[in-house]
């Protein structure tokens, strides 16, 4: 079984509606969380990055942590063609040593959104 | 701004051959990394940087050495190239241990 989980879709959406992207995790030692967009032929972009449980909002963008459910995930409202991409969902323990730097990531959703 | 800069964008290689992959940071960041991105494996850690002249093997170092130049600079080179090397290979760097990495382009690699 994968450290992190993420359906891979693809998923397709018409433009405007709400799309939800979900990972689940069996690390407890997980403590940071991110979401990172990558466009075709170019580099992971990060999009969000939390620490606790609970929301985080930026703009059209809401990442949510459950760490009691081991699972988060990411919302983006009104979506728009440009938010056509892979989302790739990313974790990483809180203690140094062995784990440093190592993020797990999920394999990647991918997000078409059609005008 | 321009972040993290790789070279080259693309190569391809002779099975044997040895080149060298560039990576630049100009966020001043301490640590730096090397993943490689194949279809169905995802983004897997080869080596990282925590600092200035410190390396360490990731996940997946067979085939591969790095240099940490200077506090910018994290090269990664094959020094016999296999076709199982063929991928893409993406630079990141990050302020420490548990910040989020900010990544390059990505080079890609194919491996004859």
């Known amino acids: 079984q994968k450290e992190v989980e993420q359906d891979p879709g693809p998923l397709s959406v018409p433009e405007g509606a709400i799309v939800s992207l979900n990972c689940t995790y069996s690390?407890?030692?997980?403590?940071?969380f991110m979401w990172y967009r990558q466009y075709s032929r170019k580099g992971p972009e990060l999009l969000m990055y939390?620490?606790?449980?609970g929301n985080k909002e930026d703009g059209r963008f809401t990442a949510q942590v459950d760490k009691s459910s081991k699972y988060i995930s990411l919302f983006i409202r009104d979506s728009q063609p440009s938010d056509s991409a892979t989302y790739l969902c990313?974790?990483?323990?809180?203690?140094?040593?062995?784990?440093?730097?190592?993020?797990?990531f999920g394999q990647g959703t991918i997000l078409t959104v059609h005008p | 701004n321009a972040g993290v800069t790789q070279t080259p964008k693309f190569q391809v290689l002779k099975t044997g051959q040895s080149m060298t992959l560039q990576c630049a940071q100009d966020?001043?960041?301490?640590?730096m990394y090397w993943y490689r991105q194949d279809p169905g494996m995802g983004l897997r850690l080869i080596y990282y940087?925590?600092?200035?002249?410190?390396?360490d093997k990731g996940e997946v170092p067979n085939g591969y050495n790095v240099s940490r130049l200077n506090k910018r600079e994290f090269s990664l080179r094959l020094e016999s190239a296999a076709p199982s090397q063929t991928s893409v290979y993406f630079c990141?760097?990050?302020?420490?241990?548990?910040?989020?990495?900010?990544f390059g382009n990505g080079t890609r690699l194919t491996v004859t």
């Open positions: 990141a760097s990050s302020e420490r241990g548990n910040s989020p990495l900010h």
């Open positions: 690390n407890s030692a997980f403590q940071y």
């Open positions: 939390t620490y606790s449980s």
């Open positions: 990313a974790m990483i323990p809180n203690a140094g040593g062995t784990s440093y730097g190592k993020l797990t």
């Open positions: 966020m001043n960041h301490n640590s």
């Open positions: 940087s925590a600092s200035e002249g410190t390396t």
